[in-house]
């Protein structure tokens, strides 16, 4: 059962030519990746509006279909129905490139995850490096979404975007960093093979040790920020430049542009799980026989069932507020965290390790933290009531 896909895709390419098989093989893994997280899309954004309607006490989609589950699909005709506007003075070329520049290199950045047992699109020995190389395309699909439309708040919500995009890039590597030092391979299948074991009950995952934890939290909040996702979702800060870099989108164009937010995070989510939750791996020994491509979708979900959750609770930050927790907070921590990972590598296992590597963690944090509490000079609050 674990190797069913795998096994069918063997079956499926040895039928054709000789020559054909590696053509055959490639268009195999993008039709399945692009059917797998288009479909996962589709949910997400089902499960998204109806969990935000209980956080808020409020009815989510309910009038498409048996308790609002085809509202995704009533979404998507809409979009395709819908007119497509183009700015008059609009560079219309660039227009018209740029949501597809945003949607394929989040897709080609999923081809190095490693969904289950001997599944991944490509298994390359810089990995890593590919994710984060295609990745940075999406920067500048942003910025040419914000200058071709030719629209003042267009092109401000496009730099405002590209300058939270290149803060949080910095600390989202940082941290990706450590799990390359302690494996030695930039190779996404390399890291999930180094988590395999357990200790006693507990699984071998680097999210288990003092800066895995760390570089865990650390890369999750710098996703949140590349991800766009609250409370980092300043590019569409609708008070202030009125949906940002995509304004004068509409129709299937905007569509696009969405499922690209979306399926980027997938995409860092599954390296997160690579990096730091053991991959596609079991998380308990006696549940090993269940296949592992389940192991890592329910990793994935849970992971997007956190981001619903931060985003149903935690108001937006300001801009300053977000520069400064990349620049003062995110980034010294993340440089602490790969000496953490440097002193982890280099001392004996035991107790000395873990109260050295935590020390190291944990003091920085609190001295960070303090500072930039005192530079916001908050007084004491205090409650008065009406005689």
Not at 230 to 246: H, K, R
Not at 298 to 323: E, N, S
Not at 352 to 379: D, N
Request: positive net charge; charged residues 15%; contains cysteine.
């Amino acid at each position: 059962m674990d190797q069913l896909f795998v096994n069918l895709k063997h079956w499926v390419v040895v039928l054709m030519p000789l020559s054909w098989q590696p053509l055959v093989s490639a268009l195999i893994s993008v039709a399945a990746i692009i059917a797998v997280f288009a479909t996962l899309f589709a949910l997400t954004t089902i499960l998204e509006r109806k969990g935000l309607g209980r956080i808020q006490n409020r009815y989510g989609p309910n009038r498409v279909g048996p308790f609002g589950v085809l509202q995704p699909v009533a979404d998507g005709l809409k979009a395709m129905t819908k007119e497509d506007i183009v700015p008059r003075a609009a560079d219309k070329v660039v227009h018209f490139i740029a949501p597809l520049v945003l949607v394929i290199p989040v897709f080609l950045a999923l081809a190095v995850a490693p969904v289950g047992r001997n599944m991944v699109a490509v298994d390359l020995d810089g990995g890593v490096l590919f994710f984060f190389a295609v990745g940075a395309a999406t920067e500048l699909a942003v910025f040419m979404a914000g200058w071709s439309s030719r629209n003042k708040y267009s092109l401000l919500g496009a730099m405002r975007a590209i300058a939270q995009m290149i803060s949080y890039e910095v600390p989202l590597i940082l941290s990706a960093i450590t799990v390359i030092m302690i494996v030695g391979s930039l190779s996404t299948a390399k890291i999930v093979e180094t988590q395999a074991g357990f200790a006693s009950w507990l699984p071998n995952w680097f999210v288990l040790t003092p800066w895995g934890l760390a570089g865990f939290i650390l890369f999750m909040i710098a996703a949140a920020a590349e991800s766009n996702r609250s409370p980092f979702d300043l590019p569409e800060g609708e008070s202030e430049i009125i949906a940002g870099y995509y304004i004068e989108y509409s129709g299937f164009k905007f569509a696009l542009f969405f499922l690209g937010e979306y399926i980027g995070l997938f995409a860092v989510c599954g390296l997160a799980i690579t990096l730091f939750l053991g991959g596609w791996r079991a998380p308990l020994p006696f549940l090993t026989w269940i296949p592992s491509y389940f192991w890592f979708f329910a990793k994935l979900f849970g992971l997007i069932a956190l981001f619903i959750w931060v985003r149903g609770t935690l108001p937006r930050l300001r801009m300053d507020q977000l520069m400064n927790f990349a620049w003062k907070f995110m980034l010294p921590m993340a440089l602490v965290n790969l000496l953490t990972a440097g002193v982890w590598h280099f001392m004996e296992p035991g107790f000395a390790r873990w109260a050295v590597c935590l020390l190291l963690v944990l003091g920085p944090y609190i001295m960070l933290g303090r500072s930039l509490f005192e530079q916001r000079h908050l007084s004491k609050r205090t409650y008065r009531y009406a005689e």
